[in-house]
């Protein structure tokens, strides 16, 4: 089925370790974002890119890497993790032709620091 | 900034009764409004919109309708069902820049009992 893939959906990593979270799109959008969600607190924007070759940040970027060299994939990056970059993830995409709401969620990243 | 403030759950109701979870932003632009609900174990689908002042976005039951003159967008449902149990955000997108990033508010938890 066509949408916004993420994987893995969870993961334990210990004070330190560095990973990468996948997401990837078949819906040839041009916009994709990560964004992180903790309790209390919605979701919060982490960063963001508008096409192949361009990223920027969000509220919340320290701590995190991203890249975008195909439209279809959109690597988040954890350079050392900690215990307050527990949380669930979720990758977002939307056509740069649709209006500010056909937001594509994939089904999240359950990430717990140790 | 953009803001936007949710009421607190949980919200316990029996099935059948009416349903109303209150949300209200600040935006420094034009926004666009939304509602998304996200299911256990489940990414965040888009339920409703509206983008322009006195619109009224509605699906599966639920409306809401864009107050500019008191910056609300309360979700209401005339009768809700067992299945409607799910945390419910209210989110923003200001036009006004080139991020397309999503504001949301922290979410409101909805129990239905039978």
């Known amino acids: 089925n066509a949408g916004v893939t993420q994987t893995p959906k969870f993961q334990v990593l210990k004070t330190g370790q560095s990973m990468t979270l996948q997401c990837a799109q078949d819906m040839n959008h041009e916009y994709m974002s990560w964004y992180r969600q903790d309790p209390g607190m919605g979701l919060r924007l982490i960063h963001y890119?508008?096409?192949?070759?361009?990223?920027d940040q969000g509220e919340v970027p320290n701590g995190y890497n991203v890249s975008r060299s195909t439209t279809e994939d959109f690597p988040l990056r954890l350079l050392s993790a900690a215990p307050s970059q527990t949380s669930v993830y979720f990758c977002?995409?939307?056509?740069?032709?649709?209006?500010?709401?056909?937001?594509?969620f994939g089904s999240g990243t359950r990430l717990t620091v140790v | 900034g953009n803001s936007v403030t949710q009421m607190e759950g949980p919200v316990t109701l029996s099935e059948e009764a009416f349903l109303t979870i209150n949300c209200t932003y600040t935006?420094?632009?034009?926004?666009?409004l939304f509602w998304y609900v996200q299911y256990p174990g489940e990414g965040l689908q888009l339920l409703l919109k509206a983008t322009k002042a006195d619109d009224k976005g509605s699906n599966k039951g639920f409306e809401a309708t864009y107050r500019k003159e008191t910056t609300s967008f309360h979700l209401e449902k005339g009768s809700v069902q067992v299945s409607d149990s799910a945390v419910y955000f209210c989110?923003?997108?200001?036009?006004?820049?080139?991020?397309?990033?999503?504001?949301f508010g922290s979410g409101t938890r909805l129990q239905v009992q039978p």
């Open positions: 989110a923003l997108s200001d036009r006004d820049t080139g991020r397309r990033a999503l504001t």
């Open positions: 977002a995409s939307q056509s740069g032709g649709q209006g500010p709401y056909g937001y594509t």
């Open positions: 890119s508008v096409g192949a070759g361009i990223t």
């Open positions: 935006a420094t632009g034009y926004p666009s």
